[in-house]
Nanobody
Framework: VQLQASGGGLARAGGSLRLSCAAS?????????MGWFRQAPGKEREFVAT????????DYADSVKGRFTISRDNAKNTVYLQMNSLKPEDTAVYYC?????????????????????WGQGTQVTVSS
């Protein structure tokens, strides 16, 4: 499975960006839990948001709740992260991940160690 993340860039505080992550690969026969994580310089990778296989269940880190929205288009095998009201502390490299164990269509995964594949990361920089 390959994940291709895009959409990062430079934004001002209060602005918006939309990240995309497209999944592909011969083994991609079903829909899987997907998530976004981020890593700021000198910090560990942290959970941002996750969405269930069917898209009906989502979960967010407290730091982004109410500002970020995760969604998916299963026909395109793509997950999105709409980021509004950006803050300088949102500056990080954002990674998308996919967890391929299957299970409930409502299951979400916050733990990074449970993800099986990762994208290459996309830089988000928010200026004050």
């Amino acid at each position: 499975v390959q994940l291709q993340a895009s959409g990062g860039g430079l934004a001002r505080a209060g602005g918006s960006l939309r990240l995309s992550c497209a999944a592909s690969g011969r083994t991609l026969r079903s829909y899987y839990v997907m998530g976004w994580f981020r890593q700021a310089p000198g910090k560990e990778r942290e959970f941002v948001a996750t969405i269930s296989r069917g898209g009906g269940s989502t979960d967010y880190a407290d730091s982004v709740k109410g500002r970020f929205t995760i969604s998916r288009d299963n026909a395109k095998n793509t997950v999105y992260l709409q980021m509004n009201s950006l803050k300088p502390e949102d500056t990080a490299v954002y990674y998308c991940g996919i967890e391929v164990s299957g299970g409930s269509m409502w299951r979400v995964v916050r733990e990074g160690s449970e993800y099986d594949y990762w994208g290459q990361g996309t830089q988000v920089t928010v200026s004050s």
